[in-house]
């Protein structure tokens, strides 16, 4: 995953872009794991983890899920992108 190029940790409530570069023609996942990069409610389970997952259909279009583990967490990644490399 790729975000824009910053000096530090997106600030609680902050939004910030992320780009998926998926790779390749097989399904899979990928757990992305988000806190607030600035305490350690992380200890307390004040964090998520988002279950990002791609399978592709009978004629290979890219289908993709996003799954909070912990929705009550609020995390900073709203705008998703996803960039399919392997044509």
Same mark, same amino acid.
């Not at 988000?34 to 409610?41: L, R």
């Given at each position: 995953p790729l975000i824009p190029e910053?000096?530090?940790?997106? *600030?609680?409530?902050?939004?910030?872009?992320?780009?998926?570069?998926?790779?390749? *023609?097989?399904?899979?996942?990928?757990?992305?794991?988000?806190?607030?990069?600035?305490?350690?409610?992380?200890?307390?389970?004040k964090y998520n983890r988002v279950k990002i997952s791609v399978t592709y259909t009978e004629n290979g279009e890219p289908q993709t899920a996003i799954d909070a583990v912990n929705p009550d967490f609020s995390w900073a990644y709203q705008e998703m992108h996803f960039e399919y490399m392997t044509k």
């Open positions: 910053t000096l530090q940790v997106p *600030k609680p409530g902050e939004q910030v872009p992320i780009t998926f570069q998926i790779y390749g *023609k097989a399904s899979g996942s990928y757990y992305l794991y988000d806190d607030d990069g600035d305490s350690f409610g992380y200890r307390t389970g």
